[in-house]
């Protein structure tokens, strides 16, 4: 009895497989090319897109792949469109359709909101016209004194609903994105209360995604792990992964397909560590939905700063690409450890 969304949804967390995310905005994009050299252009960004999803074994491990609006239109080098190679790849071209984080009016200090709910089921249903197949919006959460407000948290679940059960009435998975920040300027919270702000967001998402009449065996939830700020003590993995799984079996509804967790700043084999110990955790304490990656910085990092933007590079690139996504593959069947590293040999990589 399962819906078309329901059987996309549950292809984007099939065992083994997990989401690139590779939405960054031009900003953003540019942002990390700089400090490289790489020049900031279209052209350059469409090159190293193409990099990323022609890579070897892309498919097998890589069910999903999250697009800027840039990129869903865009061409690559090889002259196709680069929504066609990753349809080619095997995996589901996606849609970043949040336009970004905005001062929240009357929130605490910092307080962000989401914006991109006006005209959003029109631009869905281009979307769907351009071939994609799920989409994602993202509401940040700072931890401070004082802060979160439940005025923030509240404001920005509700946008989140509002987009999800748009998506679905539109034709995509909605991608249900609450990041509770560990990086940057608010990041001094410990583990305990990174726990505390998540069972109130989670818990509010879930009232409003119910509210809204969305339905839960056709989304993907895509959270960030129960973690303390990096200015912080660090937590160990087994700490960092056991909180996550409490917090999850709390308040996410056993109907959700699949849990594609954010990296959030994490480093690479950090990010990786951490899914695996949740997978040998969950499996444990029975947890109901596959537990994966959605990664953006822990899967690119390696990869884009091997490439630098010379084509002489693009082959190492790509090598250092599927070794991350190897090991995160196998993280989300809870089978690595850190001699997984090793197998770099295995994929062609030099050095
Ligand atoms: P990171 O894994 O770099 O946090 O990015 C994931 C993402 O899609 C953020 O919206």
């Known amino acids: 009895m399962s819906s078309p969304l329901a059987a996309v949804a549950q292809a984007m967390v099939a065992p083994g497989k997990g989401i690139l995310a590779a939405d960054e905005s031009t900003g953003t994009a540019n942002k990390r090319f700089a400090p490289l050299n790489i020049p900031q252009t279209e052209e350059m960004r469409g090159r190293y897109r193409e990099l990323l999803f022609t890579a070897p074994r892309f498919g097998e491990f890589v ?26 790849s095997g995996a589901f071209p996606g849609i970043k359709l949040d336009t ?10 910092d307080e962000k909101i989401t914006e991109g709910l006006d005209g959003l089921a029109k631009r869905v249903d281009e979307y769907v016209k351009l071939g994609a197949k799920f989409a994602k919006w993202r509401a940040v959460i700072a931890i401070d004194n004082g802060i979160p407000t439940q005025r923030a948290i509240v404001a920005n679940a509700h946008a989140l609903a509002r987009y999800a059960a748009i998506c679905q009435a539109g034709g995509l998975v909605p991608i249900v994105e609450p990041e509770v920040l560990i990086d940057g300027e608010h990041s001094k919270h410990s583990l305990e209360r990174s726990f505390e702000v998540h ?11 119910a509210e809204a009449g969305v339905k839960f065996e056709e989304m993907i939830l895509k959270p960030s792990m129960v973690a303390p700020g990096q200015q912080s003590a660090k937590a160990s993995v087994h ?15 056993a109907a959700v397909p699949g849990i594609a967790f954010l ?3 994490q480093g690479d084999e950090e990010a990786t560590e951490h899914l695996n110990e949740i997978n040998l955790i969950g499996r444990k304490k029975h947890a109901p939905w596959a537990l994966t990656f959605s990664y953006g910085r822990a899967l690119q990092h390696g990869a884009l700063t091997t490439w630098l933007g010379s084509e002489a590079n693009v082959a190492a690139a790509q090598a250092i690409l599927t070794h991350r996504l190897h090991m995160n593959s196998l993280a989300s069947l809870g089978r690595y450890s850190s001699d997984s590293e090793k197998e770099r040999e295995l994929v062609g990589a030099p050095g």
Request: glycine share 12%.
């Open 199 to 209: 069972e109130r967001v989670l818990s509010t998402v879930f009232e409003e995604l």
């Open 100 to 109: 970004g984080t905005h001062p929240l009016a009357l929130g605490g200090p």
């Open 263 to 265: 990296s959030g700043g």
């Open 239 to 253: 700490e960092v992964a056991e909180a996550t799984v409490t917090v999850l079996l709390r308040w996410v509804p």
């Open 63 to 88: 069910s999903g792949v999250i697009l800027y609006d840039e990129t869903i239109r865009q061409t690559g080098p090889s002259g196709k469109s680069l929504e066609a190679v990753i349809a080619a």
